[in-house]
């Protein structure tokens, strides 16, 4: 039981920090169409998350303050880490959510609208 709230409070972190970082791609680059917007944050985003930087030009707003504060205040309220641990644990959860986002970019879309 213990695993299966873990993996549902991990997935909602995810949804959570891709729903932010849908909506700021979509604020911040209205030219691109809806069905192409997460392609070009995952490009963007690998295998660097400081590549937002550059596609956002926003000096890391978007990423530091938004997409990977959402995860690491999610990994240091529920796995109760801090430091380096919680930096881990977020560059893992990070990882994950543009995965998810790469597989799921439908339903962000269907959102946006």
């Known amino acids: 039981m213990a695993k299966k709230k873990q ?8 949804v ?10 979509h604020k911040t680059l209205p030219d691109v169409p ?7 944050v995952i490009s963007a985003a690998k295998p ?3 590549g937002l930087d ?7 707003i978007g990423r530091e303050d938004n997409f990977y504060a959402i995860g690491l205040g999610f990994v240091k ?3 109760d880490l801090g430091g380096e641990q919680a930096k881990q644990e977020t560059d893992k959860l990070a990882e994950e959510a ?9 339903d ?6």
């Open 54 to 60: 550059g596609l956002f030009h926003d000096n890391g």
């Open 7 to 14: 993996r549902e409070a991990r997935h909602q972190a995810i």
């Open 98 to 106: 543009l995965d998810y986002l790469g597989g799921h970019s439908s």
């Open 77 to 79: 309220d529920y796995y």
């Open 48 to 50: 660097d998350l400081k």
């Open 16 to 25: 959570d920090m891709n729903d932010f970082l849908f909506n700021y791609a």
């Open 34 to 40: 809806l069905d192409q917007l997460a392609e070009k």
């Open 108 to 113: 962000f879309v269907r959102w946006e609208h």
